[in-house]
């Protein structure tokens, strides 16, 4: 179920020196809408990513989010990077606090929110993603699939507009790959906005509304999952497809 643009990169150019990684990017993410980002190694697939967060300012072209150009400093940016949930390989967690403690931190210090508000819907979010029972564990005591969860649920916890998640497992052993795509798989059905940064084609083909695949820093083509995968249109999406399938 998808509705109006809720991000919207138009004609986005971006260079690292003469580098040009990104190329007349446009990209348009429809509220409730799952964007699979496919593609090669340095194809140009974080660095969107980051531009949307603001992360990583952009050289030309425009970025808007919920209907309005990205924020350039101040309140507006910190409101807009609360707005934007981001998922890294690395999981980030905070090593001297608790698992709930770090799911509360963003809307606690950031928000001030209440802690006793922010506490139940820590709890909940750490129910839903499966380790409620952790919850006063420390990351280091938990797997790797645990810890992204966690980093999940942070996400979560600050009731983001959208989710952005660049390569979630691909630093996990391969039997934790499943219990973090499960949660993914998940928080699409119920209609999260999420753009999904993966080589995970198992993903791509079951939970993405539509599949994009970049290479050499431009969009190259996109399409729903199954019309990607039968029959892409791109010689570097077929020769990419050909060495992972
Ligand atoms: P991907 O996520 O597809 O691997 P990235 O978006 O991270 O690609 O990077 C695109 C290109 O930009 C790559 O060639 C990468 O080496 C380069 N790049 C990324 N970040 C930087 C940086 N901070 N400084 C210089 N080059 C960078
Ligand atoms: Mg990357």
Same mark, same amino acid.
């Given at each position: 179920m998808t509705g109006e643009a809720l991000i919207v990169l138009e004609n986005v150019n971006k260079w690292f020196g003469p580098l040009?990684?990104? *190329? %007349?990017v446009d990209l348009s993410v429809a509220r409730g809408e799952v964007v699979v980002v496919i593609g090669p190694? !340095? &194809? !140009? +697939?974080s660095t969107p990513c980051r531009a949307i967060n603001r992360l990583e300012p952009i050289d030309s072209g425009t970025i808007t989010f919920d209907g309005r150009p @990205?924020? =350039?400093? !101040?309140r507006a940016l910190a409101r807009l990077r609360s707005e934007v949930g981001m998922v890294f *390989?690395?999981?980030? #967690?905070? =090593?001297? +606090?608790t698992i709930l403690q770090n799911v509360m931190l963003g809307p606690v210090k950031?928000?001030?929110? +209440?802690p006793a508000v922010v506490r139940d819907r820590a709890m909940g979010l750490l129910e839903r993603v499966g380790i409620a029972n952790q919850a %006063? +564990?420390?990351?280091? *005591? #938990? &797997?790797g699939g645990q810890q992204q969860r966690v980093a999940i649920a942070r996400a979560l916890a600050m009731q983001p507009k959208a989710l952005l998640f660049d390569e979630?497992?691909? =630093? @996990?052993d391969p039997e934790m790959v499943g219990e973090v795509l499960d949660v993914m798989t998940s928080l699409a059905r119920d209609g999260m906005t999420m753009v999904v940064v993966t080589h995970e084609m198992g993903f791509a083909r079951h939970a993405a509304d539509r599949v994009v695949f970049m290479a050499d820093g431009q969009l190259v083509e996109q399409a729903v999952p199954e019309e990607f995968f039968a029959n892409p249109r791109s010689d570097r999406a077929k020769d990419f497809l050909s060495k992972i399938l």
């Open positions: 040009h990684v990104l *190329q %007349d190694s !340095g &194809s !140009g +697939k @990205l924020p =350039a400093e !101040g *390989q690395s999981f980030n #967690l905070f =090593a001297h +606090k950031v928000r001030k929110e +209440k %006063d +564990k420390y990351p280091a *005591q #938990l &797997s979630p497992t691909s =630093a @996990l």
